[in-house]
């Protein structure tokens, strides 16, 4: 699928609600029953065509490998206090070794973007998807070196598949709870 492949997050995907979350246990599933959005612009095909695994409900994919110069555009509508969404492509040839593209949190982008925030250009056909990690909310309290952030944002670029690893101050501050998070399921 040569050209550009947009991805809009909705409230209702993402979109985490105390109360009702508190409620309920498990989401009911969202089926999607209209057509993959695609139009033609300026020479490019612009693409929503995006597949859930129902094997894997928490991760999102493009139903077309990307290719060399193509672009993704991931604009994240809402996001909760503790929810961090990812971008990950395969490092590996098994995909045992996934490397970070991008993230954001409630605050904005977390990692370094090239041009736009919400635009990633792709390299280098590979495997890439698209998940939300929900991460303990960041004690600061007695951290001198944390500058009062509210959100973690340096990771390690290197991971096993859909693992997000906070790495820098922050996140050696708040050691204890992000091990515990981290083999805590993906959020759907």
Known sequence: MQGIASWRIGMVVFACVSGIAAAQQTLSPVQVTAPAYTSHHGGYVISGDFTVDPRMPSL????QPLLTDDILSVQPVYLADDDYLV?????????????????WHPGGVATEIQNDANRILIRHENKYWIWVKRLPLAS???????NDQHFYTSFEPFSPPMVLMPSGELAAYNKEALLTA???DRSP
Do not use: N
């Open 60 to 63: 999102v994919f493009p139903s």
């Open 87 to 103: 971008v990950q492509e395969c490092a590996s040839a098994d995909c045992s070794r996934a490397s970070l593209v991008r993230v």
């Open 140 to 146: 600061t309290m007695g951290c001198r070196e944390c």
């Open 182 to 184: 981290r083999t805590q």
